[in-house]
């Protein structure tokens, strides 16, 4: 007998006598009830509560928005299928120290920038798959207007946008939108945790910063 062989008769043998596995209950909720609107003001609501900073932008003024947003930066990263469109005021962008124009790192298949290159660079700016407004939670798949999961861990700050038809109620609605192979990342608000003696502290695993804007 085999080193294998004799381990899997071993699990065997040990589940012999073990219960069988209860039925799951699936009588939770799997639809909303709220309208888009309801569903918008409570997914802001969660998101301040959070200490995320919301901004409810028209889609034709995200450019405008992200250029807001960017002043006084001067490198950012963006992954390789972000529109382009929404980039387009950033040449105007006033940098940090006068220093010229600011610089856009693209990440892509064929240039992964370093984890050094990433802590570097003052915000990542990234799309998203979905967002639930019961749990104030934004999820990213990974898709080219997204990019690697490290790209939206490594920065400090975090500005992501979405709009308001991917926002939905409940969870079991947002598993439903996503492919289960894919990379995710659940975002509920700033990176923050606290030690045994509930000292809050912000930007231990991923940005200090989140800065949501949602294009109406």
Sequence with gaps: ?????????????????????????????RASNMSAEQRLEQLVERLIDYKANVFLTP??????????????????????GLPQAWLSRLKDVAVKNDAGALAIHVDSPEHRLTTAELD?????VTASAVAVSETGTIMLDGSEDQGRRIISLVP???????????????LPEAIARLEATRPQTWISGPSAT????LERVEGVHGPRTLDVIILT
């Excluded at 400090?156 to 409940?170: G, M, S």
Aim: glycine share 2%; with cysteine.
């Design 1 to 29: 007998m085999s080193a294998r062989e004799e381990i899997m008769t071993r699990i065997k043998s040990a589940l012999r006598d073990a219960p069988e596995t209860p039925v799951v209950p699936r009588e939770y909720r």
């Design 59 to 80: 889609a034709a003024e995200a450019p405008a928005r992200l250029a807001e947003l960017l002043a006084g930066s001067s490198s950012i990263v963006v992954p390789h």
């Design 120 to 124: 570097a660079v003052d915000a990542v």
């Design 156 to 170: 400090d700050r975090h500005i992501c946008l979405l709009t308001v038809v991917q926002i939905v109620e409940v």
């Design 194 to 197: 606290s030690d045994i003696e």
